[in-house]
Every structure is written in C-alpha cells, then in structure tokens.
C-alpha cells in the first residue's frame, strides 16, 4: 500500500529564509509525487509535480522539489519565503492504476511565517 | 487545469439530516474524485465517480452514507446522510481533466454537524 510520512506537523521561519520541507513516501513502483498546498479556508493548489526525468523539478511560486529514491524522499523548498507563503503543505503520491489515479495525502506541514 | 465550483461553501447541518454537495467542472472530465478532510487531518479519498458507471468506494466508505451521482461529465454530487457530529468535515471534489494522473481540486465544502 502507498503511503506519505510529513514528519513536521508545525514549522515556523522567518520572511527571506529558506525552507525545506520532508516528505517520505512509500510505493511499489516508480511513484507520481506532488505537492499542493492550503490556504486557509480555501481548496488545494497544485505547486509541483514529478512523473520522471529529471529529479529536480520546479513549481509555482518559486517553489522546488528534489526526488532521491535512494532515500524515498521528494522535499520542498524555497530559498526565500514571503509572508503569503504561510499556508498548509501536503504531499502526495499516486500511480497509474489502471484508469484511476489514486492519491493518497500527508498529514500536512502547517507553515508559519514570521515578519 | 479545470475550474471547479462547488456548493455551498459551508453549512451548518443538524444531527440525522442529509446534506447535498454539488460539484460544477467548467469541461467535460471523465474522472472525478472525492475527499474528506477532517479537523486538523490530511485528505482522504471517499469515492472515484466515472460518468457512465458505478462510484467506486474506498474502504470504511459506503454508498449507503455517501451516495454519489454523476449525471454528466461536468457534474457530480455526494450526499452525506443521516448525519452525526463525527462526519463534520471539509469535503472536497476533484477531477483528473486530461487523464494525465493530475488532480485539481474545488475549494472545498465545510460541514459543520450539530
């Protein structure tokens, strides 16, 4: 079965600091990976996406993502944050399963920002 | 993408009645997906709704609770029934539009169950 391990619930940084965020997965074949995120009180954006090629992909707003297999790990991170960044994180790993393609979420990271 | 609206936002539902989710796409898609976010938790998958054929339920899911129509290819609905303080959740539709493995997603629907 797949599945996402997010292992920081709450993560606070500073505007113009980096940030990186986990993300453990575990799935059977070459996974899909994403990362969407939650403003509060809306639906989920996509930020990113990794299908294969190469390993480091790069989303919206300044957002980018590295796959290392050898690690099962697709962690985020931006070099420097904004303030509109402070939001929910997930992560999220899916497959071509036939005609369906199942996602199966993170618990989250909530990212705070500090001015 | 795909543009997807959904309705009502919110609503505030009593104990043992039955609430209807609407889920608008602004193109045909033939795969659609439902979720339940609950307090503070991730997104759980409730159901995959095809046009032309059965929901397909994930475990601890039920049509009987969460009945699903998909009328046409730009629509769908869940109903929660018979409803308990426990279902109050963020509910939130989904849809695949190029069969490419991408899920956009509606801003979800925030039941709140007294």
């Known amino acids: 079965a797949q599945s996402v391990t997010q292992p920081d619930i709450h993560i606070t940084v500073s505007e113009g600091a980096s940030l990186e965020l986990r993300c453990n997965y575990s799935y059977g074949a070459t996974p899909y990976l994403f990362w969407y995120v939650q403003s509060p009180g809306q639906g989920l954006q996509l930020l990113l996406k990794?299908?294969?090629?190469?390993?480091l992909v790069q989303g919206i707003k300044g957002f980018e993502a590295e796959f290392k297999r050898s690690q099962s790990s697709f962690n985020l991170r931006k070099p420097s944050v904004h303030w509109s960044d402070a939001a929910e994180y997930f992560c999220a790993v899916g497959g071509n399963t036939g005609t369906a393609s199942k996602l199966t979420f993170g618990t989250g990271t909530r990212l705070q920002v500090t001015l | 993408s795909a543009v997807i609206s959904q309705k009502p936002s919110r609503d505030i539902c009593q104990r043992g009645t039955s609430l209807t989710i609407q889920c608008q796409v602004d193109?045909?898609?033939?795969?659609m997906f439902w979720y339940r976010q609950q307090p503070g938790q991730s997104l759980t998958l409730i159901a995959t709704a095809n046009q032309g054929s059965e929901a397909t339920y994930e475990s601890g899911f039920v049509i009987d609770k969460f009945p699903i129509s998909r009328p046409n290819l730009t629509f769908s609905t869940l109903t929660v029934s018979n409803m308990s303080p426990e279902d109050s959740s963020i509910y939130l539709c989904s849809v695949d539009p190029t069969g490419g493995n991408i899920q956009y997603f509606g801003a979800g629907t925030r039941l709140s169950v007294l």
């Open positions: 990794y299908f294969s090629g190469d390993t």
């Open positions: 193109s045909q898609v033939t795969m």
